[in-house]
């Protein structure tokens, strides 16, 4: 893996999609990404992402999403439902609603994203 992100380093590629990493094992990937945009596929269908500089703004459907970082870690969560801190547990579930939603956090730390609606029961 460190030899095929130095390779997209050097000859200047922007981004790199990672298929099939253990989601855990992201935070290896840390002293990466100060030169190349990282995505991470975790099977089929969840796609996360770094956020890095400490706040991420975005509107999403209503959807569940996970959240990633050091264990007990604290993510603030701000949208039209209101105000929440989350503490990372493992793969932290956050269901959201409708609309814009802003995180921030002191740490870096992972966002994982459904790109297919889970099963309805």
């Not at 956050?94 to 992972?110: C, N, R, S």
Request: hydrophobic share 40%; with cysteine; charged share 25%.
């Amino acid at each position: 893996m460190d030899e095929a992100l130095l390779f997209l380093q050097k000859t200047q590629h922007a981004a790199v999609n990672i298929l099939g990493m253990d989601k855990q094992k992201v935070f290896g990937l840390h002293s990466k990404m100060d030169h190349v945009d990282i995505v991470v596929w975790d099977g089929p269908f969840l796609r996360c992402f770094p956020v890095e500089k400490g706040e991420f703004k975005k509107w999403y459907p209503e959807c569940s999403i996970q959240l990633h970082g050091p264990e007990n870690m604290f993510v603030e969560m701000h949208n039209k439902s209101g105000n929440s801190l989350i503490q990372i547990r493992n793969a932290t579930f956050v269901e959201l609603k409708e609309g814009q939603t802003t995180f921030k956090a002191a740490e870096i730390f992972w966002i994982g994203e459904f790109t297919q609606p889970q099963d309805q029961e």
